[in-house]
C-alpha cells in the first residue's frame, strides 16, 4: 500500500484547505483512512478517520471544522480543513488500516501500519 498526501500549504487564519491522500490498493474500501498531524517537538496525534463510506470520527479539536470523506472510485480519502487556526499548524499524514469489523476505528499511531509522506499546513495568524 502506498499513499500520497498533496494539497497543504499556507493560509491565514480562517481560511480552509482540502487535504488528498490517493492510495494504491486494490481493496481502498476495506481500509480504514485517517489523518494524523505533528507539529515541530509534539507527538504525533489523531485528527479524522473514516470507515467505509460514512463511519467518520473527529478530534475533539478539530471537530465541527473539519470532515473527512472518501472517493472509491478514486482511491482517494480528503481532508476539508475550514475556520483554520495557527494551532493546526503541523505537518500533515494520511495512514491506512485494515481493521476488523466490529472493532474501534483506531485514532491511535500505531494501530495504523501504512503511512503517507507528509504534507505541510502553515496557518497565519
Known amino acids: 500500500v502506498q499513499l500520497q498526501a498533496s494539497g497543504g500549504g499556507l493560509v491565514q487564519a480562517g481560511g480552509s484547505l482540502r487535504l488528498s491522500c490517493a492510495a494504491s490498493v486494490r481493496t481502498f474500501s476495506n481500509y480504514v483512512m485517517g489523518w494524523f498531524r505533528q507539529a515541530p517537538g509534539k507527538e504525533r496525534e489523531f485528527v479524522a478517520a473514516?470507515?467505509?463510506?460514512?463511519?467518520?470520527y473527529y478530534a475533539d479539536s478539530v471537530k465541527g471544522r473539519f470532515s473527512i470523506a472518501r472517493d472509491s472510485a478514486k482511491n482517494t480519502v480528503y481532508l476539508q480543513m475550514n475556520s483554520l487556526k495557527p494551532e493546526d499548524t503541523a505537518l500533515y499524514y494520511c495512514?491506512?488500516?485494515?481493521?476488523?469489523?466490529?472493532?474501534?476505528?483506531?485514532?491511535?499511531?500505531?494501530?495504523?501500519?501504512?503511512w503517507g509522506q507528509g504534507t505541510q499546513v502553515t496557518v497565519s495568524s
Open positions: 495512514a491506512a488500516a485494515l481493521k476488523p469489523a466490529g472493532t474501534t476505528i483506531g485514532t491511535r499511531p500505531e494501530e495504523y501500519f501504512y
Open positions: 473514516i470507515r467505509w463510506i460514512s463511519s467518520t
